[in-house]
């Protein structure tokens, strides 16, 4: 059964009321310019908000708390890899370090003939074993299979993204914090036993919000910088 209207009003106010206007979030993401994309970000943004003043406003305990916890950090973590992702591809396609991170040497094969190939086993016949010609080649990686921490390290090594003092005169490793909740996030499963890791998930997710702050302030000014926006 639906919560009473009245009710219904009263949750959305006390939820909307702690989040920001549109213009708010368009001027956060500015950067970026594909339309569909800013769109998703920004809606997930406002509903991971909406979702945390709601698990406050019902005061959350036990397995509600881990719930709201694991989705924030799930949440954030695909924010900061959409957005990574995007200024790579987007603004630092042509450099030395984003063709580090898309490509790698492998060893590639050479066909020869038959012939040939008998020739070279027999002058190089090495214990038995099939002699194989290939030389060192570049290949682009598939998209999927570079990892989140590459693309934070090579964000890193642009400048997009860095260590920073807090107002608590704190030394933070954003990048290093970045990886680290992304880990984790690709270790949420239900394990009974992980109930025991609860005050470390709830400081992980509090990061995991904090840390957006500097995060975007970070890429707009050396996007700013570099004369990218």
Known sequence: MAFSKIIKEQIRNYCSGHLADDSWYEN?????????????????????????????????????????VRNQILAYASIY?????????????????????THHTIPIKISI?????????????????EIIPFYYGKKEKEKTKIRFDDKCRTAESLGLIHKFVNDKEEEIDLPSELIEIYS?????????????????????????YRRMRPFIDQLKEKLRQDGKV
């Open 113 to 129: 003939p038959k012939d040939k190939q008998k020739e070279l086993q027999e002058v190089l016949s090495h214990d038995g074993k």
């Open 81 to 101: 890899e959409a957005v990574i992702e995007y200024v790579l591809y987007t603004y630092y396609f042509d450099t030395i370090e984003f063709d580090n991170l």
């Open 184 to 208: 984790y996030r690709n270790g949420i499963h239900i394990i009974a036993e992980q109930r025991k890791h609860i005050n470390y998930e709830l400081d992980l997710s509090k990061r995991a």
């Open 28 to 68: 956060e993401f500015s950067f970026i310019n594909e339309t569909e994309l800013k769109k998703r970000v920004i809606a997930e943004f406002k509903a991971i908000r909406f979702a945390y003043k709601l698990y406050e406003g019902i005061e959350a305990k036990d397995t509600n708390l881990m719930f709201e």
